[in-house]
Nanobody, 121 residues
Framework: QVQLVESGGGLVQPGGSLRLSCAASGSIFSINDMGWYRQAPGKERELVAVITSGGSSNYADSVKGRFTISRDYAKNTVYLQMNSLKPEDTAVYYC???????????????WGQGTQVTVSS
């Protein structure tokens, strides 16, 4: 099995910064895309940012220029640096990974448990 464990959420004032981390562990042969999604109360889960195995990244328009996704391939870890945070960034943030498990020809999609980010004065 594969587990994704997130950390780094919390309460921050508008204009502040937070850094989220997500470490993947378990029976991993390789990881393709890793990304961050978020879900605010009463809203659908939405893509925030994704980074491929080759290092290419894409961002939601709402976070471009403020958030940066990065990846440590040796540690199977993805990060989300969030700057200039706004109240509308308040949500539960979920890590996602597309994983090829050992002894498998298939890719499986995994989610972390989520970490709360609250932006408020």
């Amino acid at each position: 099995q594969v587990q994704l464990v997130e950390s780094g959420g919390g309460l921050v004032q508008p204009g502040g910064s937070l850094r989220l981390s997500c470490a993947a562990s378990g029976s991993i042969f390789s990881i393709n895309d890793m990304g961050w999604y978020r879900q605010a109360p009463g809203k659908e889960r939405e893509l925030v940012a994704v980074i491929t195995s080759g290092g290419s990244s894409n961002y939601a328009d709402s976070v471009k220029g403020r958030f940066t996704i990065s990846r440590d391939y040796a540690k199977n870890t993805v990060y989300l640096q969030m700057n200039s945070l706004k109240p509308e960034d308040t949500a539960v943030y979920y890590c996602n990974a597309d994983v090829r498990r050992r002894s498998s020809f298939y890719n499986y999609n995994y989610w972390g448990q989520g970490t709360q980010v609250t932006v408020s004065s």
